[in-house]
């Protein structure tokens, strides 16, 4: 019964990105807006709502290791594994912003964890922990940097230029109909819905496979957990990129993983000061890693893309990570 409720989770969350990512594109049409903005915001934020409803429940709960392990595999799992497995099936092409504000701000949010989350680097005997005025510094700095990522994106018309590719050619696609309000609206709202019932669905008939074979709750947390509620990137980034929106796909990634610590691990800390508990050095490193590997890739051999090589390299480190944790 497990393994049929897993399946059907999974369907579900495959449906809930095909909608989403369609109602989403439809969104970026009618208001003229950067489909990247999109996937920073609209569908970042949707689809990190796993994350937020286990960390922010984990919190009230006094689980603290389980809220931060949630994030911090969850971003390690969006990074290596989801930009991995799309940089395969098709490279992923950086722009000059991408590369100059938007990775760079990932980057630091990795280390603004790190250094919050390690009080004990500072202060000897202190105990490492995110408390209140940590998580309310990070909810308004999440909501200042979506301000002025939309600020300095702007607005982009959506129709090809005269004389570009598109346009000269005669075979291409003829602009389609705007889809109704209406009908937007119901694609990302269902979508959501169906990716967020999905996601639940598949992680707790995975967690209770995983303990009926005797895996313990803290690797539970930072992988299981972590990969369940992430689920919905995968499948909405995997959509995205395979209708020719990498924009899309990667700013999912991009603003998942800042969403997650700036402001799923901020709330969570303001309802509940969060302590380290199990989550270790090695992890935190990791999130920091990724943010940077992810950085690197802009500059190494064919610029401003993520390439197959890089995305191969992206899923053995996450390997290599996974099998440290199970050692």
């Known amino acids: 019964m497990d393994i049929l409720l897993l399946l059907t989770g999974l369907a579900l969350i495959l449906a809930g990105a095909n909608f989403l990512t369609d109602g989403s594109a439809a969104l970026a ?9 999109i996937g920073l915001t609209i ?10 409803v286990v960390s922010v429940l984990s919190a009230l709960a006094g689980k603290s290791d389980v ?28 722009t000059a912003g991408n590369i100059r ?19 004990s680097w500072f202060c000897s005997g202190a105990a490492d922990r995110i408390g209140r005025l940590d998580g309310m510094l990070m909810l308004v700095i999440y909501f200042l940097l979506m301000i002025y990522t939309i600020r300095a994106t702007g607005r982009t018309t959506i129709p090809e230029p005269a004389g570009s590719a598109a346009a000269a050619d005669p075979a291409a696609e003829a602009p389609r109909k705007p889809m109704a309000g209406w009908l ?18 598949f992680l707790d008939n995975a967690v209770a496979l995983a303990r009926r074979m ?15 509620t992430s689920l919905p990137e995968l499948a909405s980034s995997l959509v995205s990129l395979l209708k020719g929106k990498s924009d899309m796909a990667l700013g999912n990634v991009i603003g998942s993983n800042i969403a997650n610590i700036l ?5 969570s800390a303001t309802i509940h000061p969060l302590t380290m508990g199990g989550i270790t050095m090695v992890d935190l490193l990791m999130v920091l890693l990724s ?6 890739a802009a500059f190494t051999f064919r610029r401003r893309a993520v390439d197959r090589w890089e995305g191969a390299l992206f899923l053995v480190i996450y390997a290599a990570y996974i099998a440290y944790l199970i050692k």
Do not use: W
Not at 43 to 52: D, F, I, Q, R
Not at 188 to 198: Q, S
């Open 29 to 37: 049409q009618r208001f003229r807006v950067p489909e990247f903005i």
């Open 43 to 52: 569908v970042a934020v949707g689809t990190s709502t796993p994350e937020l």
């Open 263 to 267: 402001l799923i691990l901020g709330l």
């Open 184 to 201: 937007m609206g119901v694609m990302i709202v269902g979508g959501l819905a169906a990716l967020i019932f999905g996601g639940e669905l």
């Open 214 to 228: 005797g895996v313990s709750d803290s690797l539970i947390a930072i992988t299981l957990v972590a990969g369940g």
């Open 291 to 296: 943010a940077v590997q992810l950085f690197l």
């Open 101 to 119: 504000r938007d990775i760079p701000f990932g980057v630091a949010t990795s280390l603004l964890l790190l250094i919050l989350a390690t009080d």
């Open 67 to 94: 809220a931060i392990g949630n994030v911090v595999g969850s971003n390690i799992f969006n990074v290596f594994l989801i930009l991995g497995i799309c940089a395969l099936v098709r490279p992923l092409p950086l």
